[in-house]
């Protein structure tokens, strides 16, 4: 997987000090700090006990090229100056605070209590800082904060420097991609949309282009076995390059781009095949390309991919397991109900590195009503077995932010079926999909990492302005969702 399409962020560490409290405190405990975090970490020479001093310290993470900065209250810590660089870096900031070490005369630091005052200060500000979940501790405790700051910062980071590249509008009758933008420009995020036809043109010009060679070898050298449409490939390369070249092209001034595009009903008549396996491609190269111009499906995805640091992938929360395979495959062997299971399927655009084999095959849905011939260019495959967190950031058609986070796991049960699939199974997943899929409109695609990555999706969707209340998780047994019926 190429990394290259999301940032690699330089952190800075700012050690507070409230001006009646001892500065050589702060100071050493930065240091502890500093030594016991294991990474690359730029310690900010100059501590803040003033404006001033916050103003010098500014210059300093700046001039050192830091994109996220942790403001470290080695002691009390003076309100306005710690929470005033908050607000003038340009970048994630996280609040910590250091615990006691044993003097509590002269090394008392009180940054307990001095945290209390930064959060009330952060919010007179209206100021977004990412706090974790027990913000005072030893300079080891304090390292291991930072660790999971990290993935935060880069998610925020990479959101803020992103361009979303869409073609076509959402296929006809298909309101579930609905995509209101104005949400994405409050989130950071430019966006391009662009006609089929402009796609179409751009394909048209990479006719003949010397690269599609070295790309249709790169494919046959993937799909190994797997290659049973080799005749279809050299378009499958041609559209490849002409998908990356518009990225390079139109990234303008953004460092990041992710894509999104229509793949039917009119694509596989007039280019020939479906897109399928380049956007599998694609997203495996942290250039996420989602189906049926769901702009809020592709900017989940790279979410993902950011915080991951691998490769995900857009599946229809699709359909139930039948009985015959429940009761056969994993009743007794695995501790879900049926109603926890349920199969995440999409045509194939699902990467060869996340599936257990693949097949390039043609799309049966819509072979069903077109010749087999343009339908070719699908991957097919069962999704690999393992951890993974089921997710999406969206906008509502009256422009509210809202998400979902759902952990489960892919069991390692064949699925019987076609296109790229899998079995999936999260804790009351029943009761999840009725009253927040269903409750809330969510639209049928939903973002896969694989792994359990909650913990850290929900500090980047608080991080990004998602209220609380807003971001929804499959309830333990027990604990009822607003809208469930407690007679049931």
């Not at 579930?176 to 662009?194: F, H, S």
């Not at 139109?250 to 399928?276: D, E, M």
Request: with cysteine; hydrophobic share 40%; net charge negative.
């Amino acid at each position: 997987m190429n990394l290259s399409n999301m940032p690699e962020v330089k952190l800075g560490i700012v050690a507070v000090s409230r001006d009646c409290f001892p500065m050589t405190l702060s100071e050493s405990r930065r240091k502890a700090v500093v030594a016991a975090y294991q990474g690359e970490i730029y310690e900010c020479p100059t501590v803040v006990e003033s404006e001033k001093d916050m103003q010098k310290a500014l210059a300093e993470v700046n001039e050192a090229g830091c994109d996220a900065l942790v403001v470290y209250l080695g002691n009390f810590g003076p309100e306005s100056a710690e929470t005033l660089l908050v607000k003038y870096f340009d970048g994630p900031c996280m609040v910590v605070a250091a615990a006691e070490e044993g003097d509590l005369v002269q090394g008392r630091g009180d940054a307990y209590c001095g945290m209390l005052n930064a959060s009330y200060n952060l919010k007179l500000r209206n100021l977004k800082a990412y706090i974790p979940e027990y913000p005072v501790g030893t300079a080891q405790e304090v390292a291991e904060m930072i660790g999971e700051f990290v993935p935060i910062a880069r998610a925020v980071v990479a959101v803020r420097n992103l361009k979303i590249i869409s073609f076509g509008p959402r296929p006809q009758d298909f309101l579930a991609c609905n995509a209101p933008i104005k949400r994405l420009y409050d989130l950071g995020v430019e966006i391009e949309e662009n006609s089929e036809l402009d796609l179409f043109e751009a394909f048209h010009k990479h006719a003949g282009d010397a690269r599609i060679p070295g790309i249709v070898e790169e494919m046959e050298k993937e799909l190994g076995e797997g290659n049973k449409k080799p005749d279809i490939l050299p378009k499958l390369a041609q559209y490849e390059l002409t998908l990356l070249d518009w990225a390079e092209a139109h990234r303008g001034s953004r460092k990041y781009v992710t894509l999104t595009t229509k793949c039917w009903p009119a694509f596989q008549t007039q280019f020939g095949f479906v897109p399928c396996y380049v956007n599998s491609r694609l997203t495996d190269r942290g250039i996420p390309v989602s189906c049926e111009v769901d702009i809020w499906g592709t900017l989940s995805e790279y979410i993902g991919t950011v915080i991951s640091q691998d490769t995900v992938t857009l599946l229809d929360i699709n359909n139930t397991v039948p009985a015959s395979i429940y009761d056969n495959e994993i009743k007794g062997n695995y501790a879900y109900t049926q109603k926890d299971t349920f199969m995440g399927f999409h045509c194939g655009n699902t990467a060869s590195s996340k599936l257990t084999s693949c097949t390039m095959k043609y799309q049966m849905i819509m072979a069903r009503s077109l010749p087999e011939e343009v339908t070719q260019g699908t991957l097919e495959g069962d999704i690999i077995p393992g951890d993974i967190t089921f997710y999406r950031l969206q906008s509502t058609s009256d422009c509210k932010l809202r998400a979902y986070i759902a952990q489960g796991e892919v069991l390692p049960v064949a699925t019987q079926s076609f296109g790229g699939i899998g079995i999936f199974a999260i804790q009351e997943m029943g009761r999840f999909y009725r009253h927040v899929l269903v409750e809330k409109n969510y639209p049928h695609h939903g973002a896969v990492a694989f792994g359990h990555f909650g913990k850290t999706l929900y500090e980047v969707f608080k991080y990004l302005g998602v209220e609380v209340e807003e971001i929804n998780y499959n309830q333990p047994k027990g604990v009822l969702y607003p809208t469930e019926n407690p007679f049931a």
